[in-house]
Structures are given as structure tokens and as C-alpha cells.
């Protein structure tokens, strides 16, 4: 049975497994024979396969505009090392080996974080956001996600929100990593950038796509825990559609679990469910 009751660690605990974790995810990059990518083209492909942008500022409660400003700052920084990443057939893009270790040195500035279920701040705080839309153009391609973290706490309701709950990824350098594997017989190309307040996220590809995806979400719940929390639950699917929108098949992606951080009982948002045949 899923058991999502906060865990409770000292401070030397936590430093600890980071360290121990980051130095195996530094073996693991040197010994899997995975094939990473590191050629990087800004030219854009002729194809566009996806595009999806993000706000990058929100109304939050209790939120300090400046985290959000100083999460820009390291969008930025981070996106230079993304920006147009070619993936070729059977090659890797690891999330946390092609930005590197967000450091003061390199320029990353204090944002938000969530640690232990505890909104705080940290150097390269915000880069979330980042690995959330990867992810979330990826499941609209013919890429694999390989590696993926589902976020534990769902920090806020649903307000404005126009994706499934569950469609992101979660990321801390360097061990809580996103992979995708390009498993096609095609190139894909990454391109990133900021444009007034969104951030813009693309796949293009050299040939044209073939197939076009819907993600959806289905058995959304929450429930009451006996230790005093909330968990919210969904599992996301995507249906694969041919170009003119003929139905081909649907596919699972992956379920999720998430401790709540607010008020779970608001109007469900019901923008992504799969509608009644």
C-alpha cells in the first residue's frame, strides 16, 4: 500500500544522502554506456513537432516576487546549455549532465525550492519549471522518457492551471534526474527560450510528424490519510492521433501521488479529462 507520510530527518541525514547520491549519479554518467548527446545546433530543424510555453510569473500567497525574478535569472543561465541540443536516434538527453551543477560561480542566484515538503529558497531555485516543460513537450513527441521524478507535494490548487496534475517533472541536481531517449529513427532538436513573461519550449525534427498527441488524465482522487494529510492520486494517458485526427491507440505514461499542500477540496479542473466516448 503507498505510504506518503512525511518523513522527518536531521539536517546531517539529508546532507548526507545528497552526497551520496550526487556522487553515484557522477559514476553512473561514466560507466552506463549510455550514448548522451552533446551537440548542440540553434539553427532551427525544419519541423516543428511541439511547442508549449509557461507563465513565469504567478499571484502566489506568501511568495516574494523577488524568487520569482531571481528564477528567471537561472532559467536563463540554464537554458543557454540547453538551447538547441540535438538528440539523435539512440542517443540520451540527461537533464542534470547537460546544464551542470548550479552554482553562485556561474552566476545562479537564491530562488525557490521545495525541500521536504517546506517552501524554502536555494541556489538555482526555479529550474523546475524547466524540467517540467521538457517533460510536458516530450510526452508530445515520439521521444521516450526514460527517467522521471513525479512531484511529491502538490504545492498549489489548481487555479489557472491547464495541464493534468502529475504532468511535470521534479528535478534536484543531480540525482533526481529527467532522461529522454531518442529510441527513432529520426533527429530531434531542443529549443528554449524566454519571450515577455513565458518561457517557450520546442521539439523540431528533420522529418515532419507523422502522429499527434492528447494527454489526458483519469482516475483523479483524493484521499483523507490516516496520519492527518492529504493525497491526491491521478494516472495521465495520451491518445495518438494521426495528422487529420484519426484515433490510433492510447497509451499509458504514468501515475502519480502527491501529499497536499492546500485546501484539496476546490472545483476539480476537468480541462484534461478524457471524454466520454
Partial sequence: MLQ???????????????????????????????????KRNTAPLPHLIYEHRTPLYRKLRDVDLKMQQNKVINLNIAIKQLNGIIVSPNEVLSYWKAIGRPTKRKGYVDGMILHYGKVTTGTGGGLCQLSNLIYWITLHSPLTVTERYRHSYDVFPDSRRDQPFGSGATCSYNYLDLQITNRTAQTFQLLLYIEGDYLVGQWRSNIPPTVQYEIYEENHHFT????????????????????????????????????????????????YKKADS
Fill in 224 to 271: 483523507n490519510e490516516w496520519w492527518g494529510g492529504t493525497v491526491r492520486h491521478n494516472q495521465i494517458f495520451r491518445s495518438v492521433l494521426s495528422q487529420d485526427g484519426t484515433f490510433i491507440r492510447n497509451e499509458f505514461i504514468t501515475e502519480n501521488h502527491a501529499l497536499t499542500m492546500y485546501d484539496p477540496f476546490l472545483p476539480e479542473n476537468t480541462a
Fill in 4 to 38: 506518503l507520510q512525511p518523513k522527518k530527518r536531521s539536517n546531517l541525514r539529508i546532507w548526507a544522502g545528497t552526497q551520496y547520491y550526487t556522487l553515484k549519479r557522477r559514476a553512473q554518467w561514466m560507466t552506463d554506456k549510455k550514448r548522451y548527446t552533446s
